[in-house]
């Protein structure tokens, strides 16, 4: 990686400023982080801030996680459908339509929802918790954001033939197979992945930036890099996103427009304290962000203008994604009174 890291200076390994956020005419914040974008076989395509920082991958994990579910035959075993293969990549919204998907999941296992581990909380979808509080209706484990990754992982305990009691601990088997998956596809020996504990409980890993990208890649295009099971596994994955993006994310959010806006072309995933992972199988590489801060507001218009400057999207495309590239500030009023605004330029490898 000589081209892009010769560039670096040491203020830029510790994070450039990506995304500026103005008032008025003055400039309020600014936020800083790292971005690398990676081929298949883990080379550095482009890249800046500190594209080997240890982060962890947090919920951009997830479409990694499910790769054992279908790789194992359970997804095939219990006759999951696309809707229920997107959820076990998501970080759902609560809206009714995902609560029922998630409820008839459970179901084909013959579990129900007090083998869910992953906790309560109240629906992403404001609409939804707002009338939840209305009726004083408390949330339940099925609207976890996670609770479609955990049923997966239900699944693949039951097609293991093991206990699905205590499948959130790191030495369960379920939780092996899925640190081997996100071993083999970023290239991280199992032994070096850092784990730490989720939101939701389970593992949480923690690898390089561009090894993660490195792991979408591989997602995204398999075919030579790894078994043709886990190959057939990725593809499936990737297929039941394109086909039912809304049970990734859900409406108003940046992971369902993406896959919607370029027809399937992209498919990334959002995790906690701004992370960000897209692959573009087309090419064989993948972007990979991470927000210093963690901030939310400045993920989105870090990863449009990333991937406008990697001529990943048409000018059609960029323009569906409009509201995430540049969002507006608004005062309680609604009106428009600053704006957030990407500010950064990618180092391209030569």
Same mark, same amino acid.
């Given at each position: 990686?000589?081209?892009?890291?010769?560039?670096?200076?040491?203020?830029?390994?510790?994070?450039?400023?990506?995304?500026?956020?103005?008032?008025?005419?003055?400039? #309020? %914040?600014?936020? &800083?982080?790292?971005?690398?974008? +990676?081929?298949?076989?883990?080379? @550095?395509?482009? *890249?800046?801030? =500190?594209?080997?920082?240890?982060?962890?991958?947090?919920?951009?994990?997830?479409?990694?996680?499910?790769?054992?579910?279908? #790789? %194992?035959?359970? &997804?095939?075993?219990?006759?999951? +459908?696309?809707?229920?293969?997107? @959820?076990?990549? *998501?970080?759902? =919204?609560?809206?009714?339509?995902?609560?029922?998907?998630?409820?008839?999941?459970?179901?084909?296992?013959?579990?129900?929802?007090?083998?869910?581990?992953?906790?309560?909380?109240?629906?992403?979808?404001?609409?939804?918790?707002?009338?939840?509080?209305?009726?004083?209706?408390?949330?339940?484990?099925?609207?976890?954001?996670?609770?479609?990754?955990?049923?997966?992982?239900?699944?693949?305990?039951?097609?293991?033939?093991?206990?699905?009691?205590?499948?959130?601990?790191?030495?369960?088997?379920?939780?092996?197979?899925?640190?081997?998956?996100?071993?083999?596809?970023?290239?991280?020996?199992?032994?070096?992945?850092?784990?730490?504990?989720?939101?939701?409980?389970?593992?949480?890993?923690?690898?390089?930036?561009?090894?993660?990208?490195?792991?979408?890649?591989?997602?995204?295009?398999?075919?030579?890099?790894?078994?043709?099971?886990?190959?057939?596994?990725?593809?499936?994955?990737?297929?039941?996103?394109?086909?039912?993006?809304?049970?990734?994310?859900?409406?108003?959010?940046?992971?369902?427009?993406?896959?919607?806006?370029?027809?399937?072309?992209?498919?990334?995933?959002?995790?906690?304290?701004?992370?960000?992972?897209?692959?573009?199988?087309?090419?064989?590489?993948?972007?990979?962000?991470?927000?210093?801060?963690?901030?939310?507001?400045?993920?989105?218009?870090?990863?449009?203008?990333?991937?406008?400057?990697?001529?990943?999207?048409?000018?059609?495309?960029?323009?569906?994604?409009?509201?995430?590239?540049?969002?507006?500030?608004?005062?309680?009023?609604?009106?428009?009174?600053?704006?957030?605004?990407?500010?950064?330029?990618?180092?391209?490898?030569?």
């Amino acid at each position: 990686m000589p081209g892009v890291v010769a560039a670096m200076s040491k203020s830029t390994l510790n994070g450039d400023t990506l995304v500026r956020v103005t008032r008025g005419s003055l400039t #309020e %914040s600014r936020h &800083a982080g790292h971005l690398a974008v +990676v081929d298949t076989h883990g080379r @550095l395509v482009a *890249a800046l801030g =500190n594209p080997e920082l240890m982060t962890f991958a947090r919920s951009s994990a997830k479409p990694l996680q499910a790769i054992p579910v279908v #790789e %194992s035959g359970a &997804a095939r075993a219990f006759g999951l +459908v696309p809707e229920e293969l997107a @959820l076990m990549c *998501a970080s759902h =919204n609560g809206e009714p339509a995902h609560i029922e998907a998630i409820e008839r999941f459970l179901k084909k296992l013959g579990l129900g929802e007090a083998h869910l581990n992953c906790g309560p909380h109240y629906p992403y979808y404001e609409p939804a918790a707002d009338r939840m509080k209305r009726l004083g209706d408390a949330p339940r484990t099925v609207h976890n954001n996670c609770s479609g990754k955990h049923s997966g992982m239900l699944a693949l305990a039951l097609r293991l033939g093991v206990t699905v009691q205590g499948y959130m601990a790191p030495e369960h088997p379920v939780q092996r197979r899925m640190l081997d998956a996100v071993s083999a596809l970023s290239g991280v020996p199992a032994d070096r992945i850092a784990l730490g504990t989720d939101g939701c409980g389970v593992p949480v890993f923690g690898l390089p930036l561009a090894s993660l990208a490195r792991a979408f890649a591989v997602f995204g295009r398999p075919d030579g890099l790894v078994p043709e099971t886990r190959a057939e596994a990725c593809r499936t994955l990737a297929a039941a996103i394109r086909q039912a993006p809304f049970y990734l994310a859900g409406t108003g959010r940046f992971d369902t427009h993406l896959v919607e806006a370029t027809g399937g072309r992209l498919v990334g995933k959002m995790g906690a304290e701004g992370v960000f992972a897209v692959t573009a199988p087309e090419l064989g590489v993948a972007l990979a962000v991470k927000i210093a801060d963690g901030a939310q507001r400045a993920l989105y218009p870090t990863v449009v203008e990333a991937l406008r400057q990697l001529d990943w999207l048409t000018a059609a495309e960029l323009e569906r994604l409009r509201e995430f590239h540049k969002p507006a500030v608004r005062n309680w009023a609604g009106d428009i009174v600053g704006a957030i605004t990407p500010e950064f330029e990618l180092l391209r490898e030569v």
